[in-house]
């Protein structure tokens, strides 16, 4: 994303991108690296960095999520749709996806447990009777989408493709949950930070039911800076140069499974698509992320970065960003 048209913005990303703080480098660098944004999108953004200079990272977090609060994170009855799915976005829409792939949702469970006051293992117990099914479960679970479904907005939601973590998902692996919370970069579901593990539901549906959200005009995108909340985890996905015939559409996220050489790291997919209302169906595992993030951020920005320019055959990807400070 180019800063320029936005002063304050601009001032406050070329001091913080070679922060020591690797948190605030790694947002600010971000939106330095992030190719993908329209010219036109500024104009919704610089509202939010008008008036005083941007001080420190909590400023510009405050300001960023003003602009998520009008432009993403919308009631779910409002008539206007996030940013992400207008049409000033299209060039980021993923119009030719195969309707059939199925898509994996990541939701922490805790709010939607309370709705009704069920309890985690309980839900999961329903989930897997539903799953052999058993009829009195799907009613449990219905009960559980009607409460939550009317209070979840329409923020973007961040989606992996089934193929891309089947290995993960594999019959077996005990703890799927956090090879899967590292493979797709969720940080922020890091018991360590939080200190209590983190229970999830993973949700699963085809990218037919997305496509057909938003009166057949769902497609998902690439996520950019401008699609969520600022996060640290979040790595732009280059625009591929002209030979990248191993390039898959989509974002690519930074792998936080600890490991010392970047030889053996292995980047994640991401998805956005409009919100759907969840249905029993969707319910596929409930499961519980009980170990720390451990992988220093950094290291892990730092193994990303040459397999993304790789895959995207763009050498030149972050040059400018890059230059004399790390990742």
């Known amino acids: 994303m180019d800063p320029r048209p936005i002063p304050n913005l601009d001032g406050y990303l070329q001091t913080a991108a070679s922060s020591v703080d690797p948190e605030e480098r790694a947002c600010a660098q971000n939106f330095l690296l992030d190719e993908r944004p329209p010219a036109s999108a500024s104009d919704l953004y610089a509202p939010h960095c008008a008036g005083a200079p941007i001080s420190d990272l909590d400023d510009w977090f405050g300001r960023h999520h003003g602009y998520a609060i009008e432009h993403l994170n919308l009631d779910p009855d409002e008539p206007q749709v996030p940013y992400t799915f207008r049409s000033i976005n299209d060039p980021n829409r993923l119009t030719r996806i195969d309707p059939r792939l199925y898509l994996i949702r990541v939701e922490e469970a805790t709010w939607p447990c309370s709705l009704r006051g069920h309890g985690f293992e309980e839900v999961k117990a329903r989930i897997e009777a539903a799953q052999g099914g058993d009829a009195a479960a799907v009613d449990f679970l219905q009960g559980l989408c009607d409460a939550w479904n009317p209070r979840r907005d329409q923020r973007p939601t961040y989606v992996t493709t089934e193929i891309q973590v089947e290995d993960v998902l594999a019959d077996g692996i005990d703890d799927w949950a956090v090879?899967?919370?590292?493979?797709?970069?969720?940080g922020h579901y890091d018991p360590g930070r939080a200190g209590r593990p983190i229970e999830i539901f993973l949700m699963r549906y085809t990218v037919a039911e997305v496509v057909a959200a938003l009166s057949g005009q769902g497609h998902p995108a690439i996520p950019t800076v401008l699609d969520g909340d600022i996060n640290s985890f979040f790595f732009p996905s280059p625009l591929p140069g002209a030979g990248a015939a191993h390039w898959l559409p989509g974002g690519r996220t930074v792998n936080l499974t600890t490991l010392d050489s970047e030889n053996d790291y292995q980047m994640g997919c991401e998805?956005?698509?409009?919100?759907?209302?969840?249905?029993?169906?969707?319910?596929?595992?409930?499961?519980?992320?009980?170990?720390?993030?451990?992988?220093?951020?950094?290291?892990?920005?730092?193994?990303?970065?040459?397999?993304?320019?790789?895959?995207?055959?763009?050498d030149d990807f972050g040059v400018d960003v890059f230059a004399g400070s790390e990742a």
């Not at 090879?179 to 969720?186: C, I, M, P």
């Not at 759907?276 to 730092?302: C, K, N, Q, S």
């Open 179 to 186: 090879q899967l919370r590292n493979r797709l970069g969720l």
């Open 271 to 314: 998805l956005l698509h409009p919100r759907i209302a969840y249905r029993p169906e969707h319910f596929y595992r409930a499961g519980l992320i009980d170990e720390p993030v451990t992988m220093p951020l950094a290291r892990a920005r730092g193994f990303h970065l040459p397999w993304v320019r790789l895959y995207a055959e763009r």
